[in-house]
């Protein structure tokens, strides 16, 4: 072969084994080498986090507690560290709470997924550094005002310490400085385990099971009958310190104003979604208006599924029930009903309803507050949650303030 030829074909291939030697470096670099071990890249950010009480008391009150804890590991741009609730709602008695995982009842990977670039959860399996931990005091009291904890919460924000603990309070108790349309979001990413909505799906099929056999319309009406005898006592007392008299109902005034919701067809099932143990009255399936056939866990054949349950277990099938209601009717004052409302008026707002005041059955998912009177009207007032409001507050701490 030509010296000349020889040495051009040479010079090509050790520049293409060259290439080739560069080329596999850069894919071992990309593969296996994480960033940080040179090359100009950057490291990834380190997760902080944060860590609240164990979460007590009713499941909407514990559900506002999550979303509150949730928004406030959002402001510390931190990750919370799945909280644990409780079964029971006993919460003086430290040693009866028995607190159950929050992914016994809640899809933690789905939550996450839903929520991913709005806020996320953690394990404490994920901690690198336990003894790294700033332990913090909520403040409490009449001199530990709104704008001294957001203070707080700004001074935290600047820490880089891994985990910041609080103590103290019941997040359902610290001070609120989100908007309802976030806690909204975090309502929307809260998805029943599997085990849990599979035991809605059987109190659900058999609502509608009821009204195929009486060829009544397929959907249903579902009522949070707030006539406990632990309700009926904690509303009057509240009428009487707010000097109100439309926060209770009797077993009738609910009755009447179910059967008088305007554009309501008949016949159609009323579950009724009630404490059956607290409720004194056994009548409370007599006297509704015909073409109204109301239904509670016993009548419906169901009360097995719940009684294997403890409360918490029990509160989150009900809500899932009410939830899926073609029409609901609460208490504006009860946490159970206005979450409740809170969560289909977003989905409503997704449907591009910005209001459903006035406009009755003629969108879906309406509610109804069965404590207050429609004007002009013997029926339930509409009701509609606010989703512009700055802070959760009126639905923490029950109001008459439904927007319509």
């Known amino acids: 072969m030509d010296l000349k030829k020889y040495l051009k074909f040479f010079g090509v291939r050790v520049v293409s084994k060259s ?12 593969l296996l080498l994480p960033e940080s071990w040179g090359f100009g890249g950057e490291s990834p950010p380190r997760v902080r986090y944060l860590e609240v009480p164990q979460i007590v008391w009713g499941l909407n009150n514990q559900k ?77 009291g009449r001199k530990w005002t709104v704008e001294r904890d957001l203070d707080q919460l700004k001074e935290l924000n600047t820490n880089e310490v891994e985990t910041i603990q609080v103590v103290g309070k019941n997040p359902f108790l610290w001070h609120d400085h989100f908007p309802v349309k976030d806690y909204a979001k975090v309502f929307e990413c809260l998805v029943l385990v599997d085990e849990i909505s599979k035991e809605a799906d059987k109190v659900v099929a058999k609502i509608k099971e009821l009204g195929s056999e009486s060829k009544m319309m397929n959907g249903y009406v579902a009522v949070h009958m707030r006539i406990e005898k632990d309700w009926m006592i904690h509303c009057k007392k509240r009428e009487q310190r707010s000097n109100m008299s439309e926060i209770c ?98 989905k409503m707002a997704r449907m591009g309803v910005v209001t459903a005041c006035g406009i009755g059955m003629d969108v879906r998912w309406p509610s109804y507050a069965y404590n207050l009177k429609a004007m002009g009207e013997s029926g339930p007032r509409p009701w509609m949650t606010t989703l512009t409001d700055s802070t959760l507050q009126a639905i923490s701490y029950g109001s008459n303030n439904i927007s319509c």
């Open 19 to 30: 290439f080739f030697l560069i080329a596999m470096v850069l894919v071992i670099r990309t």
């Open 64 to 140: 506002i507690a999550f979303a509150r804890a949730c928004l406030t590991a959002r402001l510390l741009n931190r990750t919370l560290l799945m909280p644990s609730l409780s079964a029971t709602l006993f919460y003086k008695e430290i040693h009866q709470l028995h607190p159950i995982s929050f992914d016994k009842v809640f899809q933690f990977d789905k939550f996450n997924s839903l929520c991913k670039g709005f806020v996320q959860l953690g394990r404490f399996s994920d901690l690198q550094n336990r003894s790294d931990t700033l332990v913090v005091q909520k403040g409490s």
């Open 249 to 346: 109902s009797s077993k009738y005034e609910i009755m009447s104003r179910v059967a008088n919701i305007p554009g309501l067809k008949l016949p159609t099932v009323v579950y009724l979604a009630v404490a059956d143990a607290l409720v004194e009255d056994g009548s409370i399936l007599n006297g509704w208006r015909e073409g109204l056939v109301a239904v509670e866990k016993k009548k419906l054949g169901v009360l097995e599924i719940y009684k294997k349950h403890p409360y918490l277990i029990q509160a989150a099938i009900d809500y899932e029930v009410c939830s899926r209601a073609d029409v609901f009717v609460g208490n504006s004052y009860s946490t159970f009903s206005s979450l409740l409302v809170l969560e289909r008026s977003a």
